[in-house]
């Protein structure tokens, strides 16, 4: 019985993202398993010079070992008085590089967006999280080694005008993203069944620059994760500038994100 458990447990880190690579600022090369179904609720904001914040609501799904695709729609007062529906985005992510053995891999995907959003322009920062209307294509590859997991990811932007706003003249229209990210499973010590509660912490660094105008930033973003019976998933974290010429409404901002999962629902 010891070593079927044993067995299943290398099979599912094989197939799926192994707790430690759930980052909570960025996405793993890792997919989550195949026919199940993710819904996320979440909260970003900021407390300076006044309480703004964001909520957003998230699919997620596993269509193949290979391929999982999202589907946001947010709302917030970021950009306007009152908050309001921001508009939506599509996410898709393809692994093309899965390398495994005992209790570490390597991963690499291909990833997209696309963003339709409503709101005035204000910020430098393109952003299609609510703020900018937009594509997105990029790389990511992640390392697992056990207890650490090891990720970085790079990205172009391409805004567009949105719905009710055109980009202002001087702003930029081309970005270009990276990301840094370390994720590190304190409990359990040893595993013996997927109810065990899980306690993982990151630490994720995330850039961003308009090349040709000077603006960019660098964020620490440190997060607190715990997973409950494999299914249940509460992220805690909070992104602050280490350098930042930009601006942008991902200034000093919380993070707290509730996350449910429904494995083969087909």
């Not at 447990?9 to 993710?38: C, D, F, H, K, R």
């Not at 699919?59 to 309001?84: C, D, P, Q, R």
């Not at 056990?146 to 790079?154: R, T, W």
Request: charged share 15%; proline share 3%.
């Amino acid at each position: 019985m010891k070593h079927l458990l044993v067995l299943l447990l290398i099979w599912i880190s094989a197939a799926t993202a192994s707790a430690q690579e759930l980052y909570v600022n960025t996405e793993p090369a890792s997919n989550m398993a195949t026919n199940s179904l993710g819904i996320r609720v979440e909260n970003q904001g900021y407390f300076k010079p006044d309480f703004r914040n964001r909520s957003t609501l998230e699919l997620m799904y596993g269509a193949s070992k290979n391929l999982m695709v999202h589907g946001s729609l947010y709302e917030s007062n970021f950009n306007t008085n009152n908050s309001h529906f921001e508009g939506g985005s599509v996410y898709a992510k393809y692994r093309f590089l899965s390398v495994d053995s005992v209790q570490r891999h390597f991963r690499g995907a291909f990833f997209a967006k696309v963003s339709a959003i409503n709101n005035p322009i204000i910020n430098q920062e393109i952003s299609l999280e609510g703020d900018n209307s937009g594509v997105q294509g990029g790389v990511v590859f992640t390392q697992l080694l056990h207890k650490l997991a090891l990720s970085g990811s790079a990205s172009y932007i391409r805004g567009f005008n949105n719905s009710r706003d055109q980009i202002p003249d001087g702003y930029a229209r081309n970005a270009a993203a990276w990301s840094l990210s370390a994720g590190y499973l304190l409990f359990p010590k040893n595993y013996t069944n997927y109810k065990q509660t899980n306690l993982n912490l990151y630490f994720e660094l995330l850039g961003k620059a308009n090349p040709g105008y000077g603006q960019g930033y660098v964020d620490a973003a440190p997060a607190v994760q715990l997973i409950f019976n494999s299914q249940l998933r509460l992220d805690f974290s909070y992104r602050t500038p280490l350098w930042n010429d930009m601006t942008r409404n991902s200034k000093n901002m919380y993070l707290v994100r509730i996350e449910y999962n429904i494995f083969n629902i087909f």
